[in-house]
Nanobody
C-alpha cells in the first residue's frame, strides 16, 4: 500500500504563487509516475502536471509555463508543484496521484491523496 499526504494549499490572489507538496510512503517501486490532478466539472479530474521516475514531465496546456513539477526520491518520495501567476481558473481541489509497478511487464497500480484546496481570488 501507498500513503499520500498533500500540503501547501491555501487562498491567494491573482498573480501570486503557491507551492503544493505530496509525500508518498509505503511500498514504493522504482517504475512510477507522480502527478497532480485537479477537480473539474461533474466530478472529473484533469491532469495538471506529472513527472515519471525517469524525469519525464507532462503539463496541461492551461498551466504550461506557469507551473513546475518536481520530485525527490529516497526512502520516501516527495512531489512538488510550484504554481506561479495563479488565476481564478486555477481554483480547485488538487489531488496527488501516484502510479507504480514493480517492472515494465505488469500494469500500474494507482493511488490518490485526499486533496488540498487552492483558491485564487481576483
Amino acid at each position: 500500500q501507498v500513503q499520500l499526504v498533500e500540503s501547501g494549499g491555501g487562498a491567494v490572489q491573482t498573480g501570486e504563487s503557491l507551492t503544493l507538496s505530496c509525500s508518498a510512503s509505503g511500498i514504493l517501486f522504482s517504475f512510477d509516475v507522480m502527478g497532480w490532478f485537479r477537480q473539474g466539472p461533474e466530478n472529473t479530474r484533469e491532469m495538471v502536471a506529472s513527472i515519471a521516475s525517469d524525469g519525464t514531465t507532462n503539463y496541461a496546456d492551461s498551466v504550461r509555463g506557469r507551473f513546475t513539477v518536481s520530485r525527490e526520491d529516497g526512502t520516501k518520495k516527495s512531489l512538488h508543484l510550484q504554481m506561479t501567476s495563479l488565476k481564478p481558473d486555477d481554483t480547485s481541489v488538487y489531488f496527488c496521484n501516484y502510479k507504480q509497478r514493480p517492472n515494465e511487464f505488469v500494469s500500474f497500480r494507482e493511488f490518490w491523496g485526499r486533496g488540498t484546496q487552492v483558491t485564487v481570488s481576483e
